[in-house]
Each structure stands twice: as structure tokens, then as C-alpha cells.
């Protein structure tokens, strides 16, 4: 399709709004609590009527970020929505033009007055515009803003909210060679030992001279006795996954990705985190044994990463 045809489509799609979606409940101070309990506000203008009334408001108020909780529609009510935007329509149409990959970039709520118990809301949808052709780290794309307003039981719109997509042409992935010095470690005086034995390929834990715990990571006092006396225990360089995450984006230099990022539970019972390095990253698993493996990573560098342990028999 033309460019400028695709665009003369894309713009028929704007500005056209969905059914209106009815809240099935009108703003009431149980969800409101419910809502504040659930993420912690403990702003007394929303959950304590006396309070609220010797305020500004005169009485109990929903917390504006709460605005998208009043029109969910529910585990029961799925199948019979009302129309939404052209959203879909527009996606497809992005979709067939070459631009298949999706990222969601940003969301904006905008409140025109608080909502206080009583109000029933409405919603409607509409794509509000999509951009013309955008050169993005991700590739070429397209910048697409649709708009969800939202409305009291008169009609009167009392906030909105914009998401905002890009829709991009998928491009070659970012190069994967890593460039420059991978970060210096941050040594201290307390953790100085540890990377005087990883330089001489010895893996060692702090220990408190009086209670005999270990810990790490290195600190100037035992957390349980509160002894600043201390030695150091080899470890025997096993261990287990306890968690690990694999890092896709963004891409930082000098590190490789998919990035492989592990904390590694020693048989001596310390954690600490590291890579694993030998594996695939979707190979991955808790619980795996490793192996430490003293790893040379520049003239001035050694890093204690992890291999898994193939000697261990499970
Ligand atoms: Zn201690």
C-alpha cells in the first residue's frame, strides 16, 4: 500500500469514539479503602470521614490515580463490552504495512475535578492519531495515542487518559560485541579481602570471629552478635541457583545479552550474585548446582562467575 494511502486510511480510523462503557458500581468509599489498603495511601482525605470533611474537599474523595478501577468491567462481565476504539483496526493495518512489533512507550492521566462517593462513571475509547513515520532506536515506527475519556453520570468529562504505542518495523538486533571495560568492582576496606582472594583464585567468606557466622556481602559488623572481630572461611566454590533474572534490554556495553544474572547460593549457606556463564540462558534453572569459575576478563580483572556443576549427580 501507498504510503500516502495507508496514511489516508490510519487518519479515517482517528477521532471516531467507542460505546460508552457504565461502571458497574458508583464511586463508593469500600472500594476506595479496599484501593488505598491494596497500594499503601494513607492519605486520610480518602479513608477517614471526619477528616475528609475539615477538608478542602468537604468529604471523603477517591485518589485520582485510582480513576481506571471504577469502569473495569469485571471477571463476570467478559464477552458482552460495548464497542471500543478503532484500535484494533489500526494495529492490523500497521501490522500488513510492515510495522509487526509492538512496544508500549507511555500513559498520561489528566484529572479534571475528584471524584467523590456517589459519581457513576462512563468511558469511552478512541484512537486520537497516529504519527507519521519515526526514525526510533528500535527501528522506523509509528507513534499511535489512543484516548480513554472518562465521564460523570451529566455527561461532564472529568479525566482522561492517553496511551501511547509504537509500532515498529522490527530491524536488525543491536550488535552484540561488547565495547569498553566491564565496570571495576567497588572495593573497600571491608571487601578488600574478598577481591585480594579472587585475584589468587580463591573464593572467601567473612566470618565473625565470636559467633562464627558467616556473611556476605563483606561489612564491618556481625549483624547477629554485633562483634567487629573477624576472619575469613575458604569456600569450596559450589553452590546452587537461588534466583537469577536474564537482562534483554536495554542492551548496556560492555555486558552480553541475553544477560544471565544469577544469585548463587554457596554450599557454606552466603549469597552473592554473579553470571552464569556455559549455558544457554533459557537452559536456566533454580535450584541447578555451579561451580565457581575464576574468570580473566581484562589485564587487570578477575571476576568469580559460575558454571554449571556437571560433576554433581542430582
Ligand atoms: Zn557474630
Redesign the pocket.
Known sequence: MPPEELQQRLDALCGREGEPLVARDAVNPSMIRHWCDAVGDRNPSYTDPAFAEKSVHGGIVAPPTMLQAWTMPGLASQGDAPRKSDLAAVLKLLDEAGYTSVVATNSRQEYRRYLEPGDLLSVTAQVERVSDEKQTALGAGRFVDEVMIYRDAPGREVARQTWRILKFKPGAPPARKPAGRRPRPGKTSDNAFFWEGVARGVLLIQR?S????LRHPPGPM?P????LAWDTQEASGRGRVYSFVVAHHPAIPPFEYPNLIALIELEEGTRLVSNLVGIDPSAAEIGMPVQVEFTKVDDELVLPLFRPDASETR
Do not use: K, W
Open positions: 565473625c565470636s559467633c562464627e557466622r556481625c547477629h552478635c554485633h562483634s
